[in-house]
Structure formats: C-alpha cells, structure tokens
C-alpha cells in the first residue's frame, strides 16, 4: 500500500538559509498535518491542511510557512533557519471525510540540520 | 491546555513477558487515541487507533484500551519479542476533522534475549 512520502529525507543548511520540505500525502487522503521533533522529544504540532485550506495551526514559527497545491502535496517553507531548527520535521495525512476516526499516517521523516 | 503522560519513560524486559505500557491525558474531551511506534530516528508507525466511542482495539500482540472519563489508555503487548523494542508513544487527537495530536512522553520499551 502506498504511504505518505517526503523528500528529502536528508537535508542540511547553514545559518539563515532557506529549506523547502515536501510531503506527499497518501491517495485520496485529504488532510495534511506537519509535526516537528527534536532531539529526544516528541513530535509537536505545526501546521494541517484540509482540502487545500489551513485546517489548525500550532507551535509554527513566522519564518515558516506552508501550503497544499492543487494535487495534494504539500510544502513546508523555513526561512532565516536557526540551530534549534534542527530536527526531525514529519508529514502525516489522513481521510477526513468519511474516514475511520481520522487515523493519522505518518512518512519516514525529513531530518533537517541547521549548521 | 491537553498535557499527555507515558509511564513508564523507559521498560527493560526479558523475551517473553507480557507487559503493559500507560498513557495518561489530562482533557477527557477526545475524539480518538492512536499508538505508535518509532525506531530510532526513524518514523512514526501507527499501531492501533481507539475511537472515543470504543473501549479497546486489538491488532495481533498488541491490545489498546481506553477510559476516557478517567483520561487513561493502556497498551498490552502478550509474548513480547526483541523485534519490539523501540519508543511508543501515545497520541490524542482532541476533535475529529484535522485536528493536531498532542504525543506523550513516549516509554523506551527495550526487549532482551
């Protein structure tokens, strides 16, 4: 079964660069949710997505941004990146019209160092 | 404000034990829980699902309940092997329809031989 993608999977940045991360969902999954973990914690909501409109927001910095296109992906852009950013950055997607309890899948993970 | 506790943090066995990981919430008012599993470094994998409907879920080893008005989730893992050793973390999802999950703490469950 196919699962929800992300790429890169690796990434590292100097100071103050910029990263895009991207996230494609699962098909026909209609909600996209972007957590961060750092080292040793657990993840923590930034940002979701349904149908194309920011659903809820969380912990997200102004320096980030993110969107869903036309097709379902996502992307998640950090500007002015700094140390702490660097963490594990997850993507997850559901079904939420329709779908058993919103289960929520997660990708592989794109791990971000900001140097 | 959700807060999610795992207890224990971390869990040393030997092979063969069953044994029973907790998860604790703080606002009762949930529409469903999720168990995970993540290796290290690794992603999260989604163990079982409990709507706040239901009581338990059960997904081969591996039974998940749920007590919603006492903010409590346990989950049982029968005949534990080295192959389940990893970080579980429980997740709440306080409204359905989008809504960020708030994870516990995670217990470190290491199994050995």
């Known amino acids: 079964a196919a699962g929800v993608i992300q790429s890169p999977r690796h990434l590292i940045k100097e100071k103050r660069e910029t990263a895009t991360l991207k996230c494609y969902p699962i098909?026909?999954?209609?909600?996209v949710y972007w957590y961060q973990q750092g080292p040793g914690q657990d993840p923590q909501f930034l940002i979701s997505f349904y149908e194309k409109m920011q659903s809820d927001k969380g912990s997200i910095p102004d320096r980030f941004s993110a969107q869903q296109f036309s097709d379902y992906h996502s992307e998640l852009n950090m500007s002015s990146l700094e140390l702490g950013d660097s963490a594990l950055y997850f993507c997850?997607?559901?079904?939420?019209?329709?779908?058993?309890?919103?289960?929520?899948?997660f990708g592989p993970g794109t791990r971000l160092t900001v140097l | 404000k959700q807060e999610v506790t795992q207890i224990p943090a971390a869990l040393s066995v030997p092979e063969g034990e069953n044994l029973v990981l907790n998860c604790s919430f703080t606002?009762?008012?949930?529409?469903?829980l999720q168990w995970f599993r993540q290796d290290p470094g690794k992603g999260l994998t989604s163990l079982l699902l409990i709507q706040s409907s239901q009581r338990e879920q059960t997904s081969g080893r591996l039974n998940a309940s749920l007590d919603k008005s006492s903010g409590r989730s346990t989950l049982y893992i029968a005949a534990s092997q080295p192959g389940d050793s990893a970080t579980y973390l429980c997740a709440v999802d306080p409204t359905g329809g989008g809504n960020k999950l708030t994870f516990g703490t995670g217990t470190q469950l290491k199994v050995e031989l």
């Open positions: 606002d009762s008012a949930i529409y469903n």
């Open positions: 098909p026909r999954h209609d909600t």
């Open positions: 997850a997607s559901s079904l939420r019209t329709g779908g058993p309890g919103n289960e929520q899948f």
